[in-house]
């Protein structure tokens, strides 16, 4: 079973839909991170959840929702998204907010029509 | 924030060659860290080091935080190689800015 499993691996929406990304950790890390990849751009962090508590929200667009339920579980919630939302949303887990390797998941591959 | 630059941008490469991939800071950094992004996507870490050499097969990695540099070392590429290789660096992982990444093609 790998570290940081990421569903669905890819998803089509349209601009009204509502969705959300899930993500799950098997390494018993207390930080949890959502990252943004966009073409010919460089990672953006979006949020950072630390013991399942928010620490960093990185001015990103309301149309974006993270929910934290627990410290293996991470959510993203999408609704009214916009076509230059389209972008691999990635996943990271480290062992505390503050330092250590962080561990990525494989991705969900977003379109927005 | 902090300034990430990498080079090369672009790098091919034959089977069996060396090379090496250089990451700049514009500022001193206590988190400094190497990853390899496969085909399919996924960022893989090869190595957590904000300062010091550290050698994991073929992949060794050094920091020279006074310098504000870091290189990765590939040596005896092998296909499986081939991806884009980002370096990330700052102050805790909630401060983390990635470069935009070195893409290298291993050639059979």
């Known amino acids: 079973e790998t570290g940081v499993t990421q569903t669905p691996r890819h998803l089509v929406m349209g601009m009204t839909n509502k969705k959300s990304l899930k993500c799950e950790q098997h390494?018993?890390?207390?930080?949890m991170y959502w990252y943004k990849q966009s073409a010919k751009k460089p990672l953006e962090l979006m949020f950072v959840?630390?013991?399942?508590?928010?620490?960093e929200n990185n001015s990103v667009p309301s149309r974006f929702s993270p929910e934290c339920p627990n410290s293996s579980h991470l959510f993203l919630h999408l609704h009214t998204l916009q076509p230059e939302d389209s972008a691999l949303y990635l996943c990271?887990?480290?062992?505390?907010?503050?330092?250590?390797?962080?561990?990525f998941g494989e991705g969900s591959r977003l379109t927005v029509l | 924030g902090i300034q990430v630059e990498q080079s090369p941008p672009d790098l091919i490469l034959q089977e069996g060659a060396n090379s090496t991939l250089r990451c700049n800071f514009s500022d001193s950094v206590n988190n400094l860290q190497w990853f390899h992004q496969n085909p399919w996507g996924q960022l893989i870490n090869l190595f957590y080091?904000?300062?010091g050499t550290k050698q994991n097969g073929r992949l060794s990695a050094t920091t020279v935080a006074t310098e504000r540099y870091s290189l990765l070392y590939i040596s005896s590429s092998q296909t499986t190689d081939s991806g884009v290789y980002f370096c990330a660096g700052g102050f805790g992982n909630e401060k983390l800015t990635f470069g935009t990444g070195t893409r290298l093609t291993i050639i059979p």
């Open positions: 390494l018993g890390h207390n930080a």
């Open positions: 080091i904000p300062s």
């Open positions: 959840y630390s013991l399942e508590e928010r620490v």
């Open positions: 990271a887990t480290s062992t505390s907010s503050g330092t250590g390797e962080l561990f």
